[in-house]
Nanobody, 123 residues
Framework: QVQLVESGGGLVQAGGSLRLSCEASGRTFSSYVMGWFRQAPGKERQFVASISRSGGSTYCADSVKGRFTLSRDNAKNTAYLQMNSLKPEDTGVYYC????????????????WGQGTQVTVSS
C-alpha cells in the first residue's frame, strides 16, 4: 500500500502559478503511475494529468494542456504538478492518486488517494 499527502494549494490570482506536491510513503513509489484529479464544488472529480512510473510520459487533459506540467522525483517519493496561467475555472480540490496498473483518465483506474489540497483562483 501507499499513502499520499498533497501540499502546495492556496489562493492565487488569475494568471498566477502554483506547484502542488504529492509525497508518498513506502519504498516502491517508482512502481506506481501517478495521477492528478480535481473536484470543483458540486461537480464530479475529473482527470487533470498523469505521469508514468519513470516520468518519461505524461498525459494532460485538454483543459490544462500547455499550462500544467507534471514531474516526479522517485528518489524523493514525490510527484509534482506545476500549474501556470491559472484560471478561475481551475478552482477546486486537487487530489493525487496512485495505481500499480496502467493508469487512466477515470477515478476507478486508481487505487490510492490523498486527502486533497484546495486551489482557489480569483478573477
Amino acid at each position: 500500500q501507499v499513502q499520499l499527502v498533497e501540499s502546495g494549494g492556496g489562493l492565487v490570482q488569475a494568471g498566477g502559478s502554483l506547484r502542488l506536491s504529492c509525497e508518498a510513503s513506502g519504498r516502491t513509489f517508482s512502481s506506481y503511475v501517478m495521477g492528478w484529479f480535481r473536484q470543483a464544488p458540486g461537480k464530479e472529480r475529473q482527470f487533470v494529468a498523469s505521469i508514468s512510473r519513470s516520468g518519461g510520459s505524461t498525459y494532460c487533459a485538454d483543459s490544462v494542456k500547455g499550462r500544467f506540467t507534471l514531474s516526479r522525483d522517485n528518489a524523493k517519493n514525490t510527484a509534482y504538478l506545476q500549474m501556470n496561467s491559472l484560471k478561475p475555472e481551475d478552482t477546486g480540490v486537487y487530489y493525487c492518486a496512485a495505481t500499480r496498473g496502467g493508469g487512466g483518465y477515470n477515478t476507478f483506474d486508481y487505487s490510492y488517494w490523498g486527502q486533497g489540497t484546495q486551489v482557489t483562483v480569483s478573477s
